[in-house]
Every structure is written in structure tokens, then in C-alpha cells.
């Protein structure tokens, strides 16, 4: 919903766009010195892999390339042999994707709006739960990355980054302080994503079968959490909408807890240009839907 986006901005002044370094320093692979701890790692994960091409990227890292079950992938190593990340290129073969994730995205204003699957990529990351990037255009239109969990929740929607290697989403060192809050209050999550901000860091998680959003501040203060609650809205909540706005239908829906003390839901009603900020008292406000 990307009302939540102005969400997080009042609530830690401004996130600004993670900036990942490029990497154009690839090595030709016929001048790759594979040490042989990333081959007896690469060995162990894909035994039936026969013809391997490598890279060597900007950080250090070791990558091979191999086709397998038809499709392009591109595995990164450490050099010590520590598998760090796997992207599996589906083309724009929507179908391949788990049920989930075709739903999630069927009811993205892009796939209702007919914008084009130009490639799709499967990410696997050490200690992260696997995602899918969905990268659409439209004539006149900046293309856009859409990234999915398995759910089917989508948790960031940017402009295309040109990062086709997907070097931004190898698996970062998450601070301390976090982990601890993760642990202590969401005990047995499984990590989605993380991302520092210019102004903080922010959390995807999956716990208890949903999909959850935490921002914290610089100083790793936990500032807002943003649960997806998709069209299950409570029925006293969906009465007061209802009440104020009938015929219109509920298209998505957050619960939202913030460091303030503020607890509400933000929904998202079709074919409206706001969203709703519904507080659990049943009390509707009107903001601006970015």
C-alpha cells in the first residue's frame, strides 16, 4: 500500500533509497582462480551440475553461472566457500511461480492496469526466506520492481534499479539490537528482507502466517510495525467502512502500531483516491494515497 510509505516517512523524517555499489569489474571467467573451498561447497549444493562458467564480483565475491531444470542461475560464494545467494531467472514465465505469489501479484494495480512482466527472478539467500522480483513496464511508464514473499505479500514496490545481477540483496549483517528485539518479540520468525535506510533500518518478516513490516530508527529504536492484513478485516472495522462508504470495496488492509502509541488500520478501498486511517474505535480519517 503505498500510503505506508508516507507512513514511515513522517515516523523517522525520511528513509532515502538504499544505494548498493556496482559491479563493473567483472572478471572474464577463464582468468577465475576458484579456490577450491567455493568448489567443494558449489559441489555439495548442485552435484548434477555439469558446465559452470565463473565471475568474480566487486566485494570479493565468487559467482557461477549454470543452467538447470531449463533456467539461468547464478549462485554467489564467498571466498572462504560460504554460499551467500542464489537468483534463478523465470524469464517472464509468471506460471512457474508459486500459487501465492501469481495471486499477489493478480491483485497489484500493474497486472489489473495490463503493465507487461518484462523478468521475473527467484532470490535465495542465506538465513533470508526465499523472494520473488517482478520487474514490470508500461509504455510512458518507469518500470517498477515488485518483490514478493512466499505468501504473496508485496513488501516493496520501487522504480527499477538497473540491478539485474540483484547485488543489493545479498544477505547484510543485521545489528544486534534488532535481532534481539526479533527474537524477543517475534520469536521463530522467518527473514524476508533487510535493509538499512538513510534514517534507520527496516525488517520483512514472516510469523505466525503473516507478512510483517518493522522500521526502527538509526539508534535501532523499534519505531513502527505493519502487519498485512489483506482483505481480513476485522467485521467491526469492515462495518464502519462499510457504514461510511457503501458499495466500496476493500482492496487491502495494514494494522499499524507505532512507537507513539498509535494503533489503527490503513486501508485501502478500490477505484477510491485515499485510503483509510480506521482507529480501532471504529473512527475514520482520510489521507492521502501515494
Given amino acids: ?60 565475491y565468487i559467482v557461477a553461472e549454470f543452467m538447470k531444470d531449463n ?53 535465495q539467500r542465506k538465513g533470508y526466506d526465499t523472494i520473488y522480483k517482478i520487474e514490470v ?8 520492481d515488485l518483490y514478493f514473499d512466499l505468501a504473496g505479500t508485496l513488501f516493496r514496490d520501487v522504480q527499477d534499479q538497473d540491478d539485474d545481477r540483484n547485488e543489493g540483496l545479498l544477505p547484510g549483517q543485521m545489528p544486534a539490537e534488532i535481532q534481539a528485539y526479533l527474537d524477543a518479540n517475534y520469536a521463530g520468525a522467518v527473514v524476508v528482507d533487510f535493509e538499512k535506510e538513510r534514517n534507520g533500518y527496516e525488517l520483512d518478516i514472516r510469523h505466525g502466517g503473516k507478512s510483517i513490516e518493522i522500521i526502527f530508527d538509526s539508534s535501532y ?46 486501508i485501502d478501498l478500490d477505484n477510491y483516491d485515499k485510503d483509510l486511517k480506521v482507529g480501532l474505535d471504529g473512527t475514520i480519517t482520510e489521507v492521502i494515497d501515494y
Fill in 137 to 144: 513496464e508500461k509504455a510512458g511508464q518507469p518500470d517498477h
Fill in 71 to 123: 533456467k539461468e542461475y547464478d549462485a554467489w560464494y564467498t571466498g572462504d566457500g560460504t554460499w551467500m545467494m542464489t537468483e534463478i531467472d523465470h524469464g517472464r514465465d509468471i506460471t512457474s511461480l508459486p500459487q501465492a505469489v501469481q495471486e499477489g501479484y493478480a491483485a497489484t494495480v500493474y497486472a489489473q492496469q495490463s503493465w507487461t512482466v518484462e523478468d521475473i527472478d527467484e532470490i
Fill in 1 to 60: 500500500m503505498r500510503t505506508l510509505e508516507l507512513v514511515k516517512l513522517a515516523m523517522i523524517c525520511a528513509f532515502g533509497a538504499f544505494v548498493t555499489t556496482s559491479c563493473s569489474d567483472d572478471n572474464d571467467d577463464n582468468n577465475v582462480q576458484v579456490p577450491n573451498a567455493v568448489q567443494t561447497a558449489f559441489s555439495q549444493k548442485y552435484s548434477d551440475v555439469r558446465h559452470v562458467e565463473w565471475d568474480v564480483e566487486s566485494g570479493g
Fill in 221 to 266: 529504536n523499534w519505531v513502527m510495525t505493519s502487519v498485512d492484513c489483506s482483505r481480513n478485516v476485522p467485521a467491526d472495522i469492515r462495518a464502519a467502512v462499510n457504514a461510511r462508504y457503501p458499495g466500496k470495496v476493500i482492496d487491502d488492509c495494514d494494522y499499524i502500531e507505532t512507537a507513539a502509541g498509535e494503533a489503527y488500520y490503513l
